[in-house]
């Protein structure tokens, strides 16, 4: 989404939203949902507002969606790297000030995104970020259901992070 009264000879900072885990769909032909509003809040204080589908989500073929298989974070933090990279290329973008936010996954993955790409980002949000143990126990062991039982029931460890 372009600010309100776009100048493509102006500089504009970018606001990257992100999800990114295993089958989701955030990318579609429409703008909407539960952070429409805030979206187009920040058009109109003068941000682009950016939403990229890495590898591994969903919509794109079995392929694409299961190549981060045993190795998440991985090639999604490289292709939202890689998006940042082009975005800071055009000529209306203001490289020095791109930023990503993410839920959940999404956090796990903006907190992902700013450590391998420090020199890319400007700053990451990241609110309930997933922790490795957390992501490994929920998408890659079959035993699922009963180490996510044992794990919350193990009041002696965090497993989660708030930020």
């Known amino acids: 989404?372009?600010?309100?009264?776009?100048?493509?000879?102006?500089?504009y900072p970018v606001f990257m939203y992100l999800y990114g885990g295993p089958g989701s769909q955030q990318v579609t032909d429409s703008w909407g949902g539960a952070n429409f509003l805030w979206y187009q809040m920040l058009t109109q204080q003068g941000y682009i507002v950016a939403c990229v589908d890495n590898r591994g989500t969903g919509a794109r073929g079995s392929e694409f969606k299961k190549c981060t298989y045993q190795q998440l974070g991985k090639l999604e933090t490289?292709?939202?790297?890689?998006?940042?990279?082009?975005?800071?290329?055009?000529?209306y973008v203001d490289g020095s000030r791109i930023g990503i936010f993410g839920w959940s996954y999404g956090g796990y993955m903006s907190s992902l995104c700013l450590l391998k790409g420090a020199?890319?980002?400007k700053m990451a949000i990241a609110i309930a970020p997933l922790q490795t143990g957390v992501i490994t126990t929920l998408f890659i062991q079959k035993?699922?259901?009963?180490?996510?039982?044992?794990?919350?029931l193990d009041t002696t460890t965090t497993h989660l992070s708030i930020m």
């Open 1 to 11: 989404m372009k600010p309100h009264n776009f100048d493509e000879t102006k500089q």
């Open 119 to 121: 020199d890319q980002f």
């Open 78 to 91: 490289e292709d939202q790297i890689e998006a940042n990279r082009y975005l800071a290329n055009l000529p």
């Open 143 to 152: 035993d699922t259901c009963v180490r996510h039982k044992k794990m919350l």
